[in-house]
């Protein structure tokens, strides 16, 4: 059965994101504003960063979300460097979901995101703003089922 995450009246998954806490962080504006919408009418509380030292600057200032959403290249630190930058910190507890969302399809940028414990990986070229969102949805539940 496909469902529509976006429809409210049909997916039950939704509830399981109202008032879900998501950071997205990219620093492709035009991007950052059409997947910040999309998580939005989803039912998330949004928040959006144009570069990681915003975000970690947000992060060890107590932003904690319950999803965190890493596009892997951009200027200044890149999103994995970010994420290394929160593991070393402890700036986010388990049960935060990370996915990263990026043009990259390198196995290597896959492999380091798995030893900082990334939780799902998409590539943006390969997916319409709705099935992103879709794809977070299922790696926050399945993440977590796990803790």
Known sequence: MNMNLTDNNSAPAVQAVVGKKLAIVDDDAFLLSIYANRFVKTGFAVNS???????????RGGLVPDILVLDVLM????????????RAEKLLPPTTTV??????????????GKSFGVDGYIVK?????????????AFMTKHQSKN
């Open 125 to 137: 070229a390969t997916s319409i703003p709705a099935e992103v969102v879709d794809s977070v949805v």
């Open 75 to 86: 200027p200044g630190m890149s999103g994995l460097d970010l994420l290394e930058k929160i």
């Open 99 to 112: 996915v990263i969302l990026t043009n990259q399809s390198d196995s290597v940028d896959k492999e380091r």
């Open 49 to 59: 960063f144009p570069s990681a030292v915003i975000a970690l600057e947000k992060l």
